[in-house]
């Protein structure tokens, strides 16, 4: 095998999971990182003037 293989690093959710172990998550509400429903209005609205520019 090719030698070099040796000298590759831990893939990132291994280093992850070391870096995490023992901590635990905090008692707190989860905050959501969505951007926003496709049923919300501002969404629809922005939707829409896409449609309308880039239509020909």
Request: glycine fraction near 2%; aromatic fraction near 8%; hydrophobic fraction near 50%.
């Amino acid at each position: 095998m090719n030698p070099d293989l040796a000298r590759l690093q831990a893939y990132p959710f291994e280093r992850i999971r070391t870096l995490l172990q023992g901590i635990s998550p905090a008692d707190l509400p989860a905050v959501s990182l969505a951007m926003a429903e496709p049923s919300t209005q501002p969404l629809l609205s922005f939707m829409k003037r896409l449609r309308q520019i880039w239509v020909v």
